[in-house]
């Protein structure tokens, strides 16, 4: 199999890691994180002049078409730079469900304005009681005339606090642990009924909890089948875990470069504490981690777009697992080996943690995808 990058796939990584390092140091990430909003307009309008914000959409959509392999180079970067801009929630959850579930009208109404940086979006579906389960929804969608009426509360919802739209899971027939009667609903961020109170989470990214109190929306506000909208949740999420995982490798990657460096400059007895044979077998031990991340990252970036429920995720879960456990490994060692400085807040190191940290439990943890991984029948399908 080759895994070379084509010519267009290099100049965009050479792009987005030229963007990045020209707009995104350590101390200008701090200011955005400590700005009202926690992001960047500017280097939002900045994705969206390089065409970031339109890559997985198609040319007809207001994008440049895309695909995994795309996705995977540029949130590796973002991974690198600690990027706080809300690019998992608008265009790969909020994006990817317009483009999976929502019609020719929807999708040409809202996906140029994703693309221009116009319009952000958020995913509204985690629940208290849900922990993991995608199907366990309890917020209520009733028939009201031509419309609906949503009640029910999501929380964690990702970069909610700054969306224009809201999609919303909700249940609009069965129990609140069945596997159909879903739906997924465009909500006005705005809307009468609709109340959302944003923080800032651990790793400098924001979230909100939002309640809805009687919301009404219209019949176009529907994506799909109002009572069938768990598939292409499903599908959705194992691409944003993809994602994820590129992104994890970004860090991981940073996190390990940055380590070494240390090593190599920190002195103890007069002589780099790097060469202290017990620190290179740790530093070998973090590399060994590192590339088995990094080669499950590739297989879940080629599987995202697998047809078959099954195996995408078992590509997927095996991809998260491995994520989760090098993450954790790459994340304790690196603050280790720097000492006390590693978990002050003014080095970078222990952000890097932290963001690892989030990407582990965000939609399952490494223990949770190693038994839906062992649940599919293992990566291998006999």
Known sequence: MDFDLTEEQRLLKDSVDRLLADAYGFDARKRIVASEGGVSPAVWAQFAELGLLGLPFSEEQGGFGGGPVETMLVMEAFGRALVVEPYLATVILGGGLIRHAGSAAQQAAILPAVAAG???LAFAHAERQARYDLFDVATTARPDGEGWVLDGQKGLVLHGDGAD??????????ATRDLTGLGLFLVDASAPGVSRRGYPTQDGQRAAEVT????RVGPDA???DPKGALPAIERVVDEAIAA????AVGAMEASLQSTVEYLKTRQQFGTPIGAFQVLQHRSAEMVVALEQARSMAMLAAMMATAPDARERRAAVSGAKAQIGRSARFIGQQSVQLHGGVGVTMEYQIGHYFKRLTMIDTLFGDADHHLGLTADAGGLINS
Request: glycine content about 12%; charged content about 20%.
């Open 118 to 120: 116009e319009r952000r």
């Open 165 to 174: 739209t809201l999609i919303v899971s909700a249940r609009t027939a069965g």
């Open 212 to 215: 809805l109190t009687g919301v």
């Open 222 to 224: 529907v994506l799909g």
């Open 244 to 247: 994820l995982c590129a992104e």
